[in-house]
DNA sequence: CATCTGTTGATTGGATCCAATGTTAAGTCT
DNA sequence: AGACTTAACATTGGATCCAATCAACAGATG
């Protein structure tokens, strides 16, 4: 059953946390998460047949899924053709790590003077979580918590949604990354770093090891995409 | 038949442009633009129905259609409950400034160096056009034009998809505002600087014009808000 | 032999029908 | 009279059916 088109489907039917009120919403998460996680390949084509039989619902909620996830740029879609899981491309890459570059700062600047004492204490427990998980998957979900978590107090959901939208899709990246480079101890120092400058109130020095961070970061990755 | 259902939905059927390929296509663009355009008011409920009737096609591919809209977060979806244009806040225009601050300036200085004598020519043209014209819908997208001619070049796709999407979402409130302030000559004196700037290679320059720009057009906005 | 064309199969787009849910309003009981 | 229950309606969510489009392949033609 594993070999039905290139990819099993079947498998992405066991979806987590509370079940959603409509099974469009149901389909929309599983899929997302699968891709996002990199459980899906990019350039695999999504029939709405065959999903619509994995997830044994018709394949109108599969349609309604599909249209969410090209409005988020996670697959593209072409007319009488169908859906495509989105290709990741240098380029992509790049410009999410220049886009987060510019955005995460003044998340971070803005956040620091509303840090509580719990706020801190819980980014650092996600740097130790880090440590101990060794899930790719995961261990991108964790290091996206802990971003936001220090950006928590911006004041601008707007901004933080943007902000997790990109560090969700960097995800992706990340986990393409880590595969080849095996376990990193990444860049904890940095995260350290980060919690450390935010609980002495020093937004300067807390900026500019999250813009070094994420330069690190870009050239880091950049490497994987030369060919 | 303008007495429908509070919104005279028949008005938005002539669409522009290039006619799309697929019906839901064609239900997403108009929608959208209505939208943007003020031409539907936020917290305006949108029933499938007459949505459906309005623009001659079945209910599904308005469905897909307000699935796609609500994952650009022009509209809010409930469950069971249906759909409803979003309503603007002081706290949303606050975050996209915010949003525009940060990012624009990126845009502009990476486009700067590999701007052509036509791209700044036709960015002079806009500025007279937006000069001339006196609706404000069509003012929203001159300017939207006029930013975007500047960083066409900065070799970023995704950060000018970004840009163009806060960009449209800034229109909505433009156009609020300019309702109330009457016919401005905005900030033109800007616009002609940062050509300026631009066209001397002047990226220093350029980018402090632009962020005045858009700190000034944020600290005015906001006034309108403050009820 | 290459190319063009017509035909068949697969897949998506759209329409209609039915089920589920939410809302409203009437009616009953305290 | 006020609050709760219940029944009708309106609206959305989902399933199935049909039409339109695209891709692949076979055959004809230069």
């Known amino acids: 059953m594993s070999t039905e088109d290139g990819f099993d489907f079947a498998a992405l039917v066991a979806g987590g946390g509370d079940r959603p ?18 459980r899906i390949p990019p350039g695999t084509p999504l029939r709405q047949e065959a999903l619509a039989a994995a997830f044994d619902v ?6 309604e899924a599909l249209r969410q996830l090209e409005a988020q740029a996670l697959l593209e879609f072409t007319p009488h053709k169908g859906a ?4 990741l ?24 003077p509303h840090l509580t004492r719990d706020d801190l204490d819980r980014a650092e ?5 880090m440590d101990r998980e060794s899930d790719h998957g995961r261990l991108g979900e964790l290091n996206r918590r802990f971003h936001l978590s220090l950006y928590a107090h911006a004041g601008s ?10 560090l969700t899709e ?20 940095d995260h350290l770093a980060m919690v450390a400058a935010a609980a002495a109130r020093d937004i300067e020095a807390a900026t500019v090891v999250l ?12 490497r994987f995409f030369d060919r």
């Open 84 to 87: 495509v899981v989105a290709e």
């Open 211 to 222: 813009q070094r961070h994420i330069d690190v970061a870009a050239e880091d990755s950049a």
């Open 89 to 112: 491309s240098a380029q992509d890459q790049a410009d999410t790590y220049l886009i987060r570059r510019a955005l995460e700062p003044v998340a971070l600047a803005r956040s620091i």
């Open 21 to 38: 009120r409509t099974a469009s919403e149901f389909v929309q998460r599983a899929l997302r998460t699968a891709i996002l996680e990199g």
């Open 157 to 166: 959901p707007k901004l933080l949604r943007l902000v997790e939208r990109q």
């Open 125 to 129: 427990d996600l740097i130790a979580d």
């Open 170 to 189: 960097h995800d992706r990246y990340l986990r393409f990354h880590l595969a080849m480079m095996g376990r990193d101890r990444m860049s904890q120092d």
């Open 58 to 63: 018709s394949r109108m909620p599969v349609r």
